[in-house]
């Protein structure tokens, strides 16, 4: 892959004339038990070269430098690594990817089970952060409400054909993950209910061990409504046949004022009772500052799934510039 940053390094200056750049800087502080305390800071710079001659494509660039600072052992460390980048081309009808990118599977919001390429990690401070996958991913639209898109990448791979039916998405999906050694047959449904505002989805799959030759199925089932009142409801169903386990989510979104949004997540598994809570209060000093402050809480046995987490509260500043 460094053969390819290299090739997007030579041609964003043989023909990347126009450029523009933004900046982004998020901190981040934990306080865990037994005094971890640590301090993340991330400073992104975005990039993006085009040439007006070529106005269907341009590369894309994202960096990240990371320092991560143990207050407890006092010890620091700094990364700089791509977090993006990779060159685009939308036509008409195609649209053509390939490099560092974000590759966009599954309907789900708290769990997406058939997502191989960069799956929710709902327990992060920052679940919206997916790490980028280094693949070749091509879309072709069929007509003006449907379309059909294939990925590659270095063990994993994908076929996925998508339309509007009557009143929702819905798409099939065949998916094949080298690394776990399994083949997935799935789907992807999305769409309003009766028109109540109700928005339903689904997504799930027959999973195949190509190294057991056995099989299980997992799926989700969710739903999300905004109430009047700026309140925003969401929740979401998991079930997985070769563990029986069974998982229930709920994030709860409320606008309090322009400024300030007040976020509770509530992760729990149905078998041992065990589960994550996560209150959190978000507050924009303006287009470009936000302040979060939040906590999270497990309640498990040693022998649960989240029993290997501490405790910890948590400052986010995020600062677009």
Do not use: W
Request: aromatic residues 16%; proline residues 1%.
């Amino acid at each position: 892959m460094r053969l390819f940053y290299s090739l997007i390094t030579f041609c964003t200056i043989l023909f990347a004339f126009d450029a523009e750049f933004e900046v982004e800087n998020t901190n981040i502080v934990t306080s865990q038990k037994q005094n971890k305390i640590k301090d993340y800071n991330r400073l992104r710079l975005y990039s993006q070269f085009e040439d007006k001659k070529y106005e269907n494509a341009f590369i894309k660039i994202i960096l990240d430098n990371a320092n991560n600072y143990n207050h407890k052992i006092k010890k620091n460390e700094n990364k700089t690594n791509f977090y993006r980048g990779y060159l685009k081309y939308i036509g008409e009808k195609h649209l053509f990817v390939a490099g560092l990118q974000r590759v966009p599977f599954g309907v789900g919001k708290i769990y997406n089970p058939i997502d191989i390429f960069n799956p929710i990690d709902s327990t992060s401070i920052e679940a919206n952060e997916r790490k980028g996958v280094e693949s070749i991913r091509y879309e072709y639209a069929i007509n003006d409400l449907s379309n059909f898109d294939i990925t590659y990448a270095k063990d994993k791979s994908a076929f996925r054909v998508k339309g509007f039916l009557d009143v929702a998405d819905i798409a099939l999906v065949v998916l094949e993950d080298k690394k776990e050694k399994e083949n997935i047959f799935g789907y992807e449904l999305e769409g309003e209910f009766l028109d109540s505002g109700i928005e339903l989805r689904s997504e799930g799959g027959y999973f195949r061990d190509m190294t057991a030759d056995t099989n299980s199925y997992k799926y989700i089932i969710g739903a999300e409504y905004g109430f009047e009142n700026s309140l925003t409801t969401l929740a979401e169903y998991k079930y997985e046949s070769n563990t029986k386990s069974k998982h229930f989510g709920i994030n709860n979104s409320y606008q309090l004022n322009m400024l300030t949004k007040i976020n509770l997540l509530i992760i729990k598994n149905l078998e041992d009772k065990s589960h994550i809570f996560e209150p959190s209060l978000e507050y924009s000093f303006d287009d470009e500052m936000t302040l979060s402050v939040g906590m999270f809480d497990y309640n498990s046995d040693k022998q649960s799934e989240f029993g290997t987490y501490d405790d910890y509260c948590f400052v986010k500043l995020f600062v677009h510039f």
